[in-house]
C-alpha cells in the first residue's frame, strides 16, 4: 500500500512540475512578443520621425517620436517585469508603477501639445483639469515606489 501512496503523492509533483513548465513557456513566449513589439514600435517611430521630420512644424514630430519612444519604455519595462519573474518567480511591484507612471508622462506630453489648439475653449479646462490629475497621479506613484524602497 505503501507503494501506491508513494505513486499518488508523485502525481501531484508531477503535475505541479508539469503546469510550471507550461506557465514558463507561456512568459517567454510573452518576453518574445514584448521584445519583437518593442523593436518594432522603436523602428516605426525612427521611420515616421525621418519620414516626416520635413513636412509640418518639427516640434510636433520630436513630440510623436518622444511618444513612440515612451511606448516602447513601457514594453521594455514590460519586458524586464516578465524576465524578472522568470529569474525569481517573483512578481515585482515596481516595474508597474514605472508604467504607470511613463504612461500618465505619455498622456501630459500629447496635453500640452494639444492645449494651446484649446485655448479660449471651454475643452482647455477640461484638458487642464485632466493635467492636474495625471501630475498628482505621477507624485502618488513616485512616493509609492519610494516608500516601497524604504521597505
Known amino acids: 500500500m505503501s507503494g501506491d501512496r508513494g505513486s499518488d503523492e508523485e502525481g501531484p509533483n508531477r503535475a505541479a512540475v508539469g503546469l510550471r513548465y507550461a506557465e514558463e513557456g507561456f ?21 515616421r520621425f525621418v ?18 519612444l515612451l511606448l516602447v519604455f513601457i514594453v521594455a519595462e514590460l519586458l524586464h517585469t516578465v524576465r524578472a519573474l522568470l529569474d525569481t518567480n517573483v512578481l515585482a ?6 508604467i504607470g507612471i511613463v504612461a ?12 494651446p489648439d484649446f485655448l479660449g475653449e471651454a475643452s482647455f479646462r477640461d484638458l487642464m483639469l485632466e493635467m492636474g490629475i495625471l501630475i498628482g497621479a505621477v507624485l502618488a506613484l513616485g512616493l509609492t515606489i519610494r516608500l516601497l524602497r524604504r521597505r
Open 27 to 47: 512568459y517567454i513566449a510573452v518576453a518574445v512578443a514584448l521584445a519583437l513589439a518593442g523593436a518594432a514600435l522603436f523602428l516605426h517611430s525612427l521611420y
Open 51 to 68: 519620414a516626416n521630420a520635413q513636412q509640418g512644424p518639427f516640434i510636433e514630430h520630436v513630440l510623436e517620436l518622444l511618444d513612440g
Open 93 to 98: 511591484t515596481e516595474p508597474f508603477l514605472i
Open 104 to 115: 500618465a508622462i505619455r498622456r501630459l506630453l500629447v496635453i500640452s501639445a494639444e492645449a
